[in-house]
């Protein structure tokens, strides 16, 4: 079924909308205090994100508090190689750790696409939060990039340099090519798993994909986004299915990116929004892109770059569409009423500009 406010998905494809829609990266997240309390009730993250109920019950509470055109799926993009077997877990002030890293050639060949049914805590959570929504707005899901989840799965965890996974890109290019693969399969046997769930749109993040040289970031992140972007569902009962692809740090290869088939690409901060409206140009919508720390500047900083981000990218047109957005997920300090400020400003000035 179709969500009643269903701008967001028009937007994406393209299609005329009467505002710009409006969804926050991380926008279910510690910055909320009723948040707060229900992962303090779980007694862990992954207690929370394995919580179907949960899961369900913090991806809601921002809608409840903001205007938004779009939920997320409330996961970690480390289901994926936790399913793998790696051994996830977050140490309390550290981030997320894996207790099995992959390091060593035995330690490729012995990673396989992990069996789904593994995930189905996350299938269980898509269709609660579908039905809870009850069509009010669409329902977006998620996964890591290959090339991110490798960062983590070599790494062990978070890196600063990401030494690890950048010496084997260099001294053996092989392993880090079968893991890519791996994770590209899995990646899109799991997105589509979600869409089967009912996610009615879903986003691939390559967190670290700018991280890497230009010729490195071709060969071992975009080559797998474009292989992913293939297999997902373009289309689940009658209904449409746009794909985001969003690159941290990618601004250099946008072309390249609108390329793979995505209907959207995520703009970080650091890219001008009007310049890559024209760089893309028809190929796809465009989503971002407002630096998460506006979110402190104040109400009248917090409008003054509403308006500015919604002239860059211009007047809408027939073929373009824009989705409002952090440029990367919001702080866990921002101030909860900086959001509304942000997301009511986004409707009124859109609206504004339409007419």
């Known amino acids: 079924m179709r969500p009643l406010n269903d701008t967001l998905l028009r937007a994406l494809l393209r299609q005329p909308t009467d505002y710009t829609p409006v969804w926050l990266m991380r926008q279910a997240g510690r ?46 993009i480390l289901t994926v190689p936790d399913a793998m077997g790696l051994g ?42 579908r039905r809870a929504l009850a069509g009010r707005v669409p329902l977006i899901g998620f996964s890591g ?64 994909g700018g991280a890497l040289a230009d010729r490195a970031y071709q060969a071992f992140s975009l080559a797998y986004l474009r292989d992913v972007v293939s297999k997902v569902k373009r289309e689940h009962e009658g209904e449409r299915i746009p794909t985001i692809v969003f690159t941290k740090g990618g601004g250099l290869w946008l072309e390249q990116i609108a390329d793979t088939g995505c209907d959207a690409v995520g703009l970080d901060w650091t890219v001008n929004l009007g310049a890559a409206r024209a760089r893309v140009g028809a190929r796809c919508a465009l989503q971002g892109n407002v630096d998460p720390m506006v979110l402190f500047g104040g109400d009248a ?14 007047p809408p047109s027939a073929g373009a569409g824009h989705v409002f957005n952090l440029g990367h997920g919001i702080s866990q300090h921002t101030p909860p009423e900086a959001v509304s400020v942000l997301v009511d400003a986004v409707h009124e000035v859109s609206r504004q500009m339409r007419r």
């Not at 690890?164 to 798993?193: F, G, S």
């Not at 917090?302 to 211009?314: D, H, K, M, N, Y």
Request: charged letters at 25%; a negative charge.
């Open 301 to 314: 900083a917090i409008r003054r770059e509403v308006e500015q981000t919604l002239a860059s990218f211009g």
């Open 145 to 208: 990039s290959p090339f991110t989840l490798a960062c983590y799965m070599v790494e062990g965890g978070g890196s600063d340099d990401f030494r690890l996974v950048k010496t084997m890109l260099y001294r053996r290019p092989d392993l880090l090519h079968r893991i890519l693969a791996v994770n590209a399969a899995a990646v899109a046997e799991y997105l589509n798993a979600q869409i089967e769930a009912g996610a009615q749109a879903v986003m691939v993040f390559d967190t670290w």
């Open 88 to 129: 996830l877990r977050f140490a309390e002030g550290e981030g997320p750790k894996f207790e099995r890293p992959i390091r060593s050639e035995e330690d490729v060949a012995r990673l396989a696409v992990p069996d789904i049914g593994a995930l189905d805590y996350v299938m269980d959570a898509v269709g609660e939060i």
């Open 31 to 76: 910055y909320l205090p009723e948040y707060r309390a229900t992962r303090a009730r779980a007694g862990s993250f992954m207690a929370l994100a394995k919580s179907p109920a949960l899961a369900t019950e913090v991806t809601l509470q921002p809608l409840e508090r903001y205007a938004l055109d779009a939920a997320i799926l409330f996961s970690d």
